[in-house]
């Protein structure tokens, strides 16, 4: 019995070993076929154009293919992340209201929606179709997402919705008529604006011919010659013109309107676009203007006129108030720096002078006494330099030519004792005021006084427009650190002067219009240089008659022709007994007395004697200039007080 029962045993075991090995052996060929199936799958999905995801009932991503791995790749589905979580950026806190997935996993349904999906400050739109997966027993185990990108399309599509709004917007506000035909001439668009202006209503026109309901019967035949082509090509005589013509109303009106034509292409079919104005009043407007035209111009031009004149006199109240102001400002400076010299400069020199006598008094020491003259003498250039501000303020009010020349030899004049060498080259007529010699004065002390020169070379340079003078020196020069800062208010450098004598020449040539520089001088010294403008009607006039810009003046030995020019009374002895013309040129600008002279010298018969008065600085030398060249007879050139008086033999 007992071994009946262990063969049975024996059998019963041997029977299940079987069978355990052909299952074993039908899950390994599952797993295998499973595995081949999931290959396919994974082959398939992560080569499609669209993402899959595969969400299970908590929402939790069991599986992402390619490109939705590309949209996020941020997301480890090992970890089985919640999709709301994940998708979202900053991530969400619960389902997002769109989603298809939860209303498939609820009730086993496809479902369609479109996200709104978060990333970062911006949205994505997806086009997502949750499908439900299932198992043997029809319970729902997960939720295949079909997820496509339409950002770019829905944003195109809300870009074309809102250029169709606002062409809505436009076309049915706008007051011209707005017009569309197709290739065939039927209307296919018509605005309220065509309602208002033709008559008809959009559904009395729409899939009509357009030329056979609001144009006159005249234009019809060049209409139809025209419009194959239009056809065609989209071309015509009118496309991209605007033109005028004759209209006609619902009720049989006829009026003018302004047509603007141009051709698109749709779908291989040209189209028209026409916008119509009617321009009624426009004209009935331009043929009123055109009765008064006449009266019209003469109205504006005499307002022109008028204007004009207002205009001149408002500039010159501008100008003259400008004047004021900028002279208003200058006197401002001036007053405060010699309030600043009286109450600083001045005061202190008599302190130490008082000071200096005191201490003298006491113990006899000569120094004392030197060093109360040097503060007497300081006092007293300050003083100097007081006056040459006084006249910034009280001359310059009006410009008038100056010789260059004629000045510059004014401010040398005080330096030719001094055993300084001066050489002088050109000449010109420039616009300053009585201050100008101050300025080439202040120059001159600056290279000998502070620069220890011994020689200077003036050299002047007209251009026509500005007159350049360069004063060079052989002295110490100026250092490139200090050249811009020695023009300014109380700069002296290492010396002992005042710091305002280059200042009070800067401002002076500035009120001039003009400008003042440094360089240096080669192989030593400083040049100053002084750009001023040049009054060039002058040098118009002396180029006319041949007066020249030398170096230097030719001799008088030859001045008249008749006789040498005597003695300092300048007289020479000729026959009286003639014809007596007197001129008087007083207050003419030089050289414009010589142009007169000449002039009225060439209308007078042989032997008149022309009788001049002139006051113009520079008379004397240019009358002598004048003679040489044409050859003509001075008898008398005097002068008394400012006048100089002259008699010439034409």
Not at 120 to 145: K, L
Not at 163 to 189: C, E, P, Q, R, V
Not at 560 to 585: C, F, H, N, P, Y
């Amino acid at each position: 019995m007992g071994g009946r029962t262990k063969r049975v045993r024996k059998k019963s075991e041997r029977k299940k070993t079987t069978k355990k090995n052909k299952v074993s052996s039908r899950t390994q060929s599952i797993e295998s076929e499973l595995r081949e199936s999931g290959l396919m799958y994974r082959a398939v999905v992560d080569n499609i154009g669209i993402g899959v995801a595969i969400i299970n009932p908590n929402m939790e991503i069991i599986s992402l293919n390619r490109q939705m791995r590309e949209w996020f790749p941020g997301i480890d589905v090992s970890k089985k992340p919640v999709c709301y979580e994940v998708f979202n950026d900053p991530p969400r806190d619960n389902i997002c209201s769109y989603c298809p997935t939860c209303e498939t996993l609820r009730d086993g349904r496809v479902h369609e929606s479109i996200t709104n999906t978060l990333t970062g400050e911006n949205f994505r739109n997806f086009r997502v179709i949750s499908a439900p997966v299932f198992d043997d027993n029809r319970n729902i185990i997960a939720a295949i997402e079909i997820v496509e990108d339409i950002t770019k399309e829905r944003k195109i599509l809300e870009e074309l919705q809102e250029k169709m709004t606002t062409f809505h917007a436009i076309t049915s506000t706008a007051k011209d008529a707005i017009i569309m035909i197709d290739d065939n001439g039927l209307i296919n668009y018509w605005n309220p604006a065509a309602e208002n202006i033709f008559g008809y209503t959009e559904d009395e026109v729409i899939g009509k011919e357009l030329h056979h309901i609001i144009a006159p019967e005249k234009y019809h035949n060049s209409y139809h010659e025209n419009f194959e082509k239009f056809k065609k090509t989209g071309k015509g005589k009118i496309i991209g013109k605007t033109i005028e013509f004759e209209a006609l109303r619902k009720s049989g009106e006829k009026f003018p309107v302004e047509l603007s034509l141009s051709s698109i292409k749709i779908k291989n079919r040209w189209y028209a676009v026409g916008v119509a104005r009617d321009i009624t009043r426009r004209k009935r407007i331009t043929d009123e203007l055109k009765r008064y035209q006449e009266n019209l111009e003469d109205i504006l031009s005499e307002r022109t006129k008028e204007l004009e004149e207002m205009n001149k006199q408002l500039n010159i109240e501008i100008e003259e108030r400008k004047k004021v102001e900028d002279r208003l400002i200058q006197i401002n400076e001036v007053l405060s720096m010699i309030n600043k010299i009286l109450r600083h400069d001045i005061l202190n020199d008599l302190t130490v002078v008082s000071s200096s006598i005191e201490v003298y008094r006491e113990n006899k020491d000569g120094k004392f006494l030197e060093t109360a003259y040097k503060s007497v003498e300081r006092s007293v250039e300050l003083i100097k330099r007081m006056r040459e501000l006084e006249s910034l303020v009280s001359s310059g009010v009006s410009l008038r030519p100056f010789d260059v020349r004629d000045t510059l030899q004014t401010a040398i004049n005080n330096w030719m004792n001094e055993g300084i060498e001066f050489t002088i080259k050109g000449d010109s007529v420039v616009l300053a005021d009585e201050t100008f010699v101050s300025v080439i004065e202040n120059i001159i002390r600056n290279a000998v006084v502070h620069g220890r020169a011994d020689r200077v070379e003036i050299a002047v340079r007209d251009d026509g427009e500005y007159t350049e003078i360069r004063i060079a020196d052989n002295g110490t020069g100026v250092p490139d650190e200090l050249k811009e800062e020695i023009f300014e208010e109380g700069f002296t450098g290492n010396s002992k002067g005042t710091g305002l004598g280059l200042y009070i020449a800067r401002k002076t040539v500035e009120r001039y219009g003009g400008s003042i520089r440094v360089e240096d001088n080669k192989p030593r010294g400083a040049i100053f240089i002084l750009t001023l403008k040049t009054v060039s009607d002058y040098s118009g006039i002396r180029s006319s008659l041949k007066i020249p810009v030398t170096d230097h003046h030719s001799s008088v030995s030859n001045f008249s022709k008749a006789e040498e020019w005597k003695g300092d009374d300048k007289m020479i002895e000729v026959e009286t007994d003639r014809k007596e013309v007197e001129i008087d040129l007083k207050g003419l600008k030089c050289p414009q007395p010589i142009l007169r002279i000449h002039s009225k010298v060439v209308t007078l018969s042989n032997g008149s004697i022309l009788k001049v008065k002139a006051d113009c600085p520079t008379f004397e030398r240019d009358l002598k200039i004048w003679a040489e060249k044409t050859g003509k007879t001075v008898m008398e050139c005097v002068k008394s007080g400012d006048v100089w008086n002259a008699r010439i033999l034409a």
